[in-house]
């Protein structure tokens, strides 16, 4: 077959192919696209389409060879390479994304957009540093997004450059009074005061909303401008109408997200059946892998996770990878199952037996250990994890798991507080939370029993009142020695990518402790279903 031959079969493969495609035929799409990167292996558009629809049809690790084949000879094609270094790193491939990414960054000139683009990529992989220097050029080269400046501003706040965060929120406010992205960053970064606060600003935004619009748009706009009041008026001392701004932003939060109660359950029933299940999940001894060694610090969100990430990451031998979502990554590649919440997740528990945990820790060191630079240890900081101890366990039998404990009402109510967007479903409504709360005390009570010496149970309480004593402990779990630097954490520069970034730059302070008093009346339904419930267990 001559070239002008090779090029009309490739044409009419390619349409075929698209019109399987758009007719939701994928086993046909498939073998269509497979005889077409036979026929022109250099064709990388179409290895990225193979990968697409071998994933939709669930062929979890086999959809990742087609896109590490596109890497094999990249083109200089800015969009083509965002495209293939968002579906490596989505899938786990993430030393391929970066190689993406580093070989777009060559590209001279690059228009804002694609720095904005770059740097969203680079920031969803923990890459704070990097994306910051891409937005600063972005910046230089003119943005002109709401989004664009929002996403500037925390890069600026993670990396500890709070008063330029809060000029970069004030003016893009300024050209766009209504997105409420902003106004909601801007609230958190400052304790607002009686004399410069932004409630009248925020009410203005509420009067200019249709009130009682099912638009989901304007919903969630609204419940941001409702957590804006409530942030003034809580930082004010004014506790009875912030509890009602609260209550109308977490109503609508609750409507637009709806608790699975029932789906959560079934999890952690599957989940505690599997850790009864002991000669199945016990790790086997394992020669411990040559470089950095990661330490897991789980818990509920707004437990203190946060802090003891910043108080280890101090010592010398120790940096923080941050909020990485990569050992969750691995396991669903190594158990070939899409990512789909809970449902996803039981599906790997029903797997567990077959899984090569071995395998899903080689490839989760392999994918991360670049973290470290340089150190011995670097620290993925999930709280989600929780969930996946048994399995760290098992693939990774080295690596220290902190529990970061915190006194529950406290921990409610911060989560109660904290508006995470369209996730974390269970915290907008207090019956849900509080069955959410009692789910994770199961989970914790089953892997205490079953899996005694998982994890190290580090108490928030005593970890701000007496530091020195608790941090000791969790040095010597980690195999560490104390040096005195961590315990000051306001003194470490590292960016840190959490809502509680701006406080945990703060020195250890008891000011967490009891917050959820000032609401003791309305948080009376929480308090006694999380009673109820440890009386049930």
């Known amino acids: 077959m001559n070239a002008q031959e090779t090029l009309a079969s490739a044409n009419r493969l390619r349409q075929q192919a698209r019109q399987y495609i758009a007719a939701d035929q994928l086993e046909a799409a498939?073998?269509?696209?497979?005889?077409?990167?036979?026929?022109v292996p250099h064709d990388n558009v179409s290895w990225v389409e193979l990968s697409d629809v071998m994933f939709r049809r669930g062929q979890v690790r086999a959809s990742t060879r087609p896109l590490l084949q596109a890497t094999h000879q990249l083109p200089k094609d800015a969009p083509f390479l965002m495209q293939l270094a968002s579906r490596l790193a989505a899938r786990g491939e993430v030393l391929a994304a970066r190689d993406c990414l580093d070989f777009l960054s060559q590209a001279p000139d690059p228009p804002p957009e694609l720095l904005v683009a770059q740097a969203n990529l680079r920031f969803d992989m923990g890459e704070v540093a990097v994306a910051k220097a891409l937005?600063?050029?972005?910046?230089?080269?003119?943005?002109?997004?709401?989004?664009?400046?929002?996403?500037?501003?925390?890069?600026?706040q993670f990396s500890g450059d709070i008063e330029q965060a809060c000029q970069v929120l004030e003016r893009c406010l300024q050209r766009w009074p209504g997105f409420g992205d902003a106004a909601m960053t801007l609230a958190n970064l400052r304790k607002q005061k009686p004399e410069s606060n932004l409630l009248d600003f925020a009410q203005e935004q509420l009067r200019q909303l249709p009130k009682d619009s099912k638009n989901p748009d304007h919903m969630f706009v609204r419940a941001e401008f409702e957590y804006v009041r409530f942030k003034v008026l809580d930082d004010l001392r004014q506790h009875d109408d912030a509890w009602l701004a609260l209550a109308r932003c977490n109503a609508l939060m609750h409507e637009l997200n709806p608790y699975d109660g029932a789906g959560v359950t079934a999890f952690i029933d599957a989940l505690i059946g599997m850790l009864e299940t002991t000669d199945k999940m016990a790790a086997k001894p394992a020669a411990v892998p040559v470089g950095p060694t990661p330490i897991f610090i789980v818990g509920l969100p707004r437990s203190g996770t946060t802090l003891l990430d910043r108080m280890l990451s101090s010592h010398s031998q120790v940096t923080s990878a941050g909020e990485i979502i990569d050992f969750w990554r691995q396991l669903h590649w190594a158990a070939d199952v899409a990512p789909a919440l809970t449902q996803?997740?039981?599906?790997?528990?029903?797997?567990?037996?077959?899984?090569?945990?071995a395998e899903v820790g080689e490839r989760y060191l392999k994918q991360t250990q670049w973290r470290a630079q340089g150190r011995r240890f670097y620290i993925d900081k999930l709280p989600a994890n929780l969930q996946m101890v048994a399995f760290i366990r098992r693939a990774l039998p080295h690596a220290p798991i902190l529990h970061m404990v915190r006194e529950p009402m406290d921990t409610c109510f911060s989560n109660f507080k904290a508006m995470f967007g369209n996730i974390s479903s269970y915290?907008?409504?207090?019956?849900?939370?509080?069955?959410?709360?009692?789910?994770?005390?199961r989970l914790t009570k089953h892997l205490r029993t079953n899996m005694p010496d998982a994890m190290l149970d580090v108490s928030y309480a005593s970890l701000v009142r007496d530091p020195e004593t608790t941090l000791r402990r969790v040095l010597q779990h980690c195999g560490l020695a104390f040096e005195p630097g961590c315990l000051q954490p306001e003194l470490n520069t590292s960016p840190v990518a959490t809502p509680s970034s701006a406080q945990v730059r703060q020195s250890i302070h008891t000011r967490g402790i009891d917050q959820w008093q000032h609401y003791a009346k309305q948080l009376e339904p929480l308090r006694l279903v999380i009673e109820s419930q440890a009386s049930a267990t």
């Open 30 to 39: 498939q073998t269509t696209l497979e005889s077409l990167v036979q026929l």
């Open 427 to 441: 915290s907008y409504d207090l019956q849900s939370l509080g069955h959410y709360y009692g789910q994770y005390e």
């Open 344 to 357: 996803g997740l039981r599906k790997i528990i029903q797997r567990s037996p077959d899984i090569d945990f």
């Open 135 to 156: 937005m600063d050029r972005a910046v230089a080269t003119g943005i002109e997004t709401p989004g664009d400046h929002h996403l500037y501003a925390m890069l600026l």
